[in-house]
């Protein structure tokens, strides 16, 4: 039989790419957020926070607000542990000002 995908194996995924490569597959990470859309899979905010961590992880705060803004886009639920994620990721790219923009809300 053929194994489904759906958002659990891509959450797994997506944080794998944190923890096997200290955010150096962030890349990756974001490919794997665009493979689970393009392939229809409904998620929650857990494959897309974990690739705010990835990039994070990585250094790349532009990528990290460009997925939560595409959670905003997609109505995709931004709670703490996004909003968390996301300002440490300003944080690690030393864009203070992209972060307190987002501490304020």
Partial sequence: SVLRLNA??????VSACDQSSKGSSWDVALDLIDR???AGIQADNVPY???ISVCSSGSQWAA???VLARMEAGNICVDEVT????I????EGR???A???LFAG
């Fill in 8 to 13: 659990f194996h891509y959450s797994s995924a």
């Fill in 36 to 38: 689970m859309v393009s």
């Fill in 49 to 51: 926070n974990a690739a």
């Fill in 64 to 66: 990290a607000l460009a």
């Fill in 83 to 86: 909003c968390n994620a996301a």
């Fill in 88 to 91: 440490s990721a300003c944080g």
């Fill in 95 to 97: 864009q203070w000002q």
């Fill in 99 to 101: 972060a307190l923009a």
